[in-house]
């Protein structure tokens, strides 16, 4: 028995700080998980010792998170993500519409019509294939051309060369440059802009080195006695943050933000508890999973801990 259930009173031209005050006290699932997450979140942001990832799939990038996420870049050590991040962000940095759209709808008209659907978001194929296309060889090129251009590249070291020369300041790897935080994409291949390298590979001088991120990852783990996570979904980028900080014994500071059920067997559906039985997370770590679309916890919980 701790503390008790309060009802909240709702009032008028009430700000998200009073409302999240006030939700202190209520039970349920997903809402008191999301406070939990936050006590943490700020824990962990204030704690100095703490290296802190902030995880994330691509799905997200396209639903209008772009430019609060990037806003958040700078309170984070790095960023592991999937290739589909690199190509949305590089779309919209570039000029390509993204419209609600929504999941009822017969697939095959959009087809015909040249339109992608992404769940409730249409885009046009020239906003999404075009642009990922044209940016990309825009900027690869002025990379290939410049007096520091190397034959050899880890995919956070070419996606920091990419953060140089894009001029949106909404843009996830344009902060991320400016904010000195390294960007890991373990499946750079998997999405438009893995295929444009190796396209621009078959006739430019350029070797992707993947394991240099991997080692890089490694010396971060072992080098840092307290790290923290933000994970937004699950798949390779979740994994990637607990795979590693297991071997420096487990994460200190864990919230994970999945729709996903662990009875589906999938790694986006395993709890924070399972990684702890792994010694990914440790066992005294504060640690939640909230259940919920991050299209509506995220910009709560971002606006309580005032990331701008």
């Not at 799905?59 to 209008?64: E, P, R």
């Not at 008209?109 to 046009?124: D, P, Q, S, V, W």
Request: charged residues 25%.
């Amino acid at each position: 028995m701790m503390e008790e259930v309060k009802d909240i009173i709702l009032k008028k031209d009430m700000k998200v700080k009073e409302l999240i005050e006030a939700m202190q006290y209520i039970g349920g699932f997903s809402a008191q998980h999301m406070i939990i997450g936050i006590d943490i979140m700020r824990r962990m942001l204030n704690d100095k010792e703490s290296f802190n990832f902030l995880s994330f799939p691509a799905d997200i990038i396209a639903t209008g998170l772009r430019g609060m996420i990037a806003q958040s870049v700078k309170y984070f050590d790095a960023i592991i993500t999937t290739a589909g991040t690199l190509d949305h962000d590089l779309a919209k940095a570039y000029g390509g519409k993204y419209r609600l759209g929504t999941f009822e709808v017969d697939d095959r008209e959009l087809h015909k019509k040249g339109i992608y659907r992404l769940g409730n978001i249409f885009i046009k194929n020239e906003d999404y294939g075009l642009a990922v296309e044209n940016y990309f060889n825009e900027i690869m090129n002025k990379i290939y051309t410049s007096k520091d251009y190397k034959e050899n590249y880890s995919p956070s070291e070419l996606i920091r060369e990419f953060g140089k020369y894009i001029k949106d300041e909404n843009s996830i790897i344009r902060q991320a440059y400016l904010n000195n935080v390294p960007i890991f994409c373990p499946g750079i291949v998997d999405g438009a802009f893995g295929t444009q390298l190796a396209l621009f590979s078959q006739e430019h001088k350029i070797k992707i080195d993947v394991l240099k991120d991997e080692l890089m990852l490694s010396n971060i783990a072992f080098d840092n006695k307290v790290t923290g996570a933000l994970m937004i979904g699950g798949g390779i980028s979740k994994h990637h943050v607990i795979w590693w900080n297991q071997f420096k014994g487990g994460l200190d500071y864990a919230v994970y933000i999945t729709t996903a059920t662990q009875y589906d067997g999938s790694l986006s559906g395993a709890r924070l508890s399972e990684a702890i039985s792994w010694g990914k997370v440790k066992e005294d770590a504060k640690e939640i999973t909230i259940d919920g679309d991050a299209t509506i916890i995220l910009p709560i919980m971002f606006s309580a801990l005032e990331l701008v």
